[in-house]
């Protein structure tokens, strides 16, 4: 009796395994696959293949994967980008350029179709810009000052805020080494089914690492430094002597962010984008070489770096 259940379940088995595939291929739904668009290179929908440039969308799986910790940090990976950022957070002075184009001011970023360039030094402050708030990024290399003017003798670079279509909550955060920390949260719904609003706030703070290094002249004759090292010249000569650092490098960073968009008819819209940002950075305690002779005068006292506000960055577009 026993082996006529374990054979009467093994055959059910053998069943239920034959018709699965089937059941799943019946209840699955016809998937198509869309065309990917792009607004930035004409002002109007386009095909990718069919935009007359070189034009590069970066989506939201793209940008999972890179597990970027900036916005630039997206487009390091780009041919004809150039992206400047050498201390991760801590870097003051990250810009992206493209075409060879020296300088910000010839390269325009857009968020949500409006220019975000500051107006005396012709940047952006790459380093406020929410990270998990971008939908999608769109690449335009080459010249557009036709459509865009002069800021865009390099190309664009259109950065898309996310559009929630249903009510969504997020919340994520880590912690690392070097005291590094980042959380962000955020929430957004469609209202009437019109109406898409959604706010966000973000923060990352890091204690850095020793950066720069605290050098003096080496001079001929007989010295008593018993720490430290050389450090050489372009020509391999050792002219300077390291004695210490300026400390630990550390850096901070937090973002919020605000969007509406109003559907008026099936192909119009009004769009409020608001990001308020600001970064800091500083040195810690200078950490001297041990040994030095008092004739070599110690690093000066805690530094305290910049500090930028780079908003409220306000867009707003009517689109039909």
């Excluded at 990976?77 to 150039?82: M, P």
């Excluded at 012709?122 to 003017?149: C, D, F, H, M, Q």
């Excluded at 050389?230 to 490098?249: C, F, I, P, Y």
Aim: hydrophobic share 35%.
């Amino acid at each position: 009796m026993g082996e006529e259940k374990w054979m009467v379940a093994a055959v059910v088995f053998m069943i239920m395994g034959m018709c699965a595939p089937c059941l799943a291929d019946e209840a699955a739904p016809d998937l198509t696959a869309m065309d990917e668009i792009v607004v930035t290179a004409t002002k109007t929908e386009k095909k990718v293949e069919d935009a007359p440039g070189s034009v590069t969308v970066i989506d939201r799986e793209d940008l999972k994967k890179q597990n970027i910790k900036t916005a630039d940090d997206a487009l390091r990976i780009l041919s004809g980008v150039f992206v400047k950022r050498s201390k991760g957070l801590m870097d003051s002075t990250a810009s992206v350029n493209l075409r060879g184009f020296k300088g910000d001011q010839y390269t325009l970023v857009l968020i949500d179709g409006q220019p975000a360039n500051d107006a005396y030094t012709g940047g952006i402050e790459w380093g406020t810009l929410p990270v998990k708030n971008i939908e999608r990024i769109e690449v335009i290399r080459g010249p557009a000052s036709a459509l865009y003017g002069g800021n865009a003798m390099g190309g664009v670079i259109n950065i898309i805020t996310k559009t929630p279509q249903k009510l969504e909550l997020e919340a994520s955060g880590g912690y690392g080494t070097d005291d590094t920390y980042r959380y962000r949260f955020s929430a957004g719904d469609l209202l009437w089914n019109r109406l898409s609003v959604k706010v966000g706030y973000e923060e990352e703070s890091t204690g850095g690492y020793a950066s720069t290094p605290v050098v003096q002249s080496i001079t001929s004759g007989t010295g008593n430094v018993s720490g430290g090292y050389a450090m050489n010249d372009m020509l391999g000569e050792a002219t300077r002597w390291v004695v210490g650092d300026k400390g630990e490098n550390g850096a901070w960073r937090q973002s919020f962010d605000a969007k509406a968009n109003l559907a008026l008819s099936d192909t119009g819209k009004l769009t409020l984008t608001t990001i308020l940002g600001s970064d800091d950075y500083d040195y810690g305690y200078p950490q001297p070489t041990w040994g030095l002779s008092a004739a070599i005068p110690l690093m000066p006292s805690r530094e305290r770096g910049r500090r930028h506000d780079s908003g409220p960055t306000t867009s707003s577009a009517i689109r039909g």
